[in-house]
């Protein structure tokens, strides 16, 4: 059964000691990169870990595929594609004994798929985990989480320790992945420059809170920078200041194009200016 | 499971090559030796297996990889728990072969002698798992020492009792005459080893089904 959206989060919450996740919605339709962007601590690697059940919600509701996450995961996961920064592969394992494994444990195991990827990343055969690096364990993490052709790829910081080149390969496989209609992904990282280039939708977290989760060209198109001079800032109404930087002579003010004041310089915004820029106001 | 299970074989063969080796030299031994260590060890040994891959589980950060695997929490403590079994049967046999063989060559085959040997021998193998593979699948590997420090203070605890305090005479009395009919006694305990066996699993089962990987 095909469903309009792979995931559906509603009003998540978990909470911590000292952090809490608060009341989180969102929503990835089918065939949809989202990125989840947020500073250390933000509460990426808990929304991704609760989604996967692996800790227990407080409240709220998560559907993957249309299906309730505690609902029989076991098979859920037969159509899930999972990266976890913090999770390893035995170090005594091979990428061969590793095919044994999986080929033992998903029902749509595709050997010929997985051998095909180890080849294309450079990836030893015969080489024990232990020994690869981390960008080398991270690409045998992708191809395992590829190679039984899952509907939905989860990945947390999955570009972490690559090289630009092979980023570049890496991001290219998750747009290609999509090129399916019934394939998403959610993708969180440290760097917005990737999530940037694959990502249709993007998802704001900061302590703990959403602070914004648009499609990626809206976000874009809706927000600006403006460059004036910090007396002209009063000319903003306060609501308008979606964050600023103020030197002595100059002022960078993020606001939203229909709020500009005439007369000003804009320019366009980034994925990342508009984040540091958001989570700076925040604080 | 079958996916877990190769796992675990591939990490036997890797990190507990050791064990391996010492448990296949005493197994050479069996036919020739009389020493009760012979029929021991291996067994202590046998039961350490499952123990020292749930810690290599955890220290490595496959407890927390297998969550993305399609497997549920209780097929992930079965896993263990069979591969336990299997041991534990394979260890059993090869040294039944070796004693029956020891006691045609010796005395004459005696069907007893060799039950109470067999039932000690599982007794070694089954108590460390059954008790501290729930502590490990609770506490995690690091903290379950405490439990192993517990179950050697009981173990030694009742042995006192048992031979030391003058209110342990009747119970002492009462167990000499169980052992002096070894079939019974063999027929009592092994129920009691299954049973405490089948719940130590199901307890497994219930506490990693709740444990969290944060």
């Given amino acids: ?283 | 499971m079958k996916g877990l299970l190769l796992k675990d074989f591939y990490m036997i063969m890797k990190y507990c090559r050791i064990y391996l080796i010492v448990i296949s030299i005493l197994w050479i031994f069996t036919p020739f030796a009389e020493e009760v260590i012979f029929i021991l060890y291996p067994c202590l040994l046998t039961a350490m297996i499952p123990i020292n891959l749930q810690m290599y589980d955890e220290k490595e950060r496959w407890s927390c990889y297998s969550c993305t695997l399609p497997y549920s929490s209780g097929q992930i403590v079965s896993a263990k728990y069979l591969l336990n079994l299997f041991t534990i049967l394979l260890n059993l046999a090869i040294i039944s072969l070796g004693q029956f063989i020891r006691m045609l060559c010796v005395s004459g085959f005696n069907l007893e002698e060799l039950l109470v040997l067999l039932f000690s021998g599982l007794l070694i193998s089954v108590i460390p798992t059954m008790f501290v593979l729930p502590f490990i699948f609770k506490f995690g590997a690091e903290k379950a020492q405490l439990a192993y420090m517990i179950l050697a203070i009981t173990i030694g605890g009742a042995f006192a009792w048992i031979t030391i305090a003058e209110d342990g005479i009747e119970t002492e009395t009462a167990i000499l005459e169980v052992l002096q009919n070894p079939t019974l006694f063999t027929a009592i305990a092994l129920a009691g080893i299954v049973i405490i066996y089948i719940i130590s699993w199901q307890i497994s089962m219930k506490l990693y089904a709740r444990k969290e990987f944060d």
Wanted: proline share 4%.
């Fill in chain 1, 1 to 283: 059964m095909q469903t309009k959206n792979t995931l559906e989060i509603k009003n998540l919450t978990k909470s911590y000691k000292d952090f809490s996740l608060q009341d989180l919605n969102l929503t990835l339709p089918s065939g949809c990169i989202m990125g989840l962007v947020g500073e250390n601590g933000a509460g990426k690697s808990t929304v991704i870990k609760l989604i996967l059940d692996m800790i227990r919600r407080d409240a709220g509701s998560i559907l993957i595929l249309g299906q309730d996450n505690r609902e029989h995961p076991e098979i859920l996961r037969e159509d899930l594609g999972i990266v976890l920064d913090d999770t390893g592969f035995s170090g005594c394992l091979t990428p061969k004994q590793i095919n044994h494994i999986m080929k033992n444990s998903f029902r749509n195991w595709d050997e010929n798929y997985f051998r095909g990827f180890l080849k294309k990343l450079s990836v030893p055969d015969n080489k024990q985990f232990k020994e690869f690096s981390k960008g080398m364990k991270m690409k045998l993490f992708i191809a395992v989480a590829m190679s039984h052709h899952p509907k939905f790829l989860i990945l947390d910081e999955a570009t972490n320790g690559l090289d630009p080149l092979v980023r570049d390969e890496i991001t290219d496989l998750f747009s290609e992945f999509t090129r399916d209609e019934t394939h998403s992904v959610l993708i969180s990282s440290h760097i917005v420059s990737d999530l940037e280039k694959i990502c249709d939708y993007i998802a704001f977290l900061h302590k703990g809170r959403l602070m914004l989760c648009e499609e990626k060209d809206m976000l874009k198109e809706k927000y600006c920078i403006v460059h004036c001079r910090p007396d002209q800032i009063q000319k903003f109404p306060q609501h308008a200041i979606k964050g600023k930087r103020i030197t002595e002579y100059n002022a960078e003010i993020l606001t939203e194009r229909s709020l500009v004041p005439t007369g000003l310089s804009i320019s366009p915004v980034g994925i990342e200016e508009l984040f540091v820029f958001m989570a700076k106001e925040e604080t």
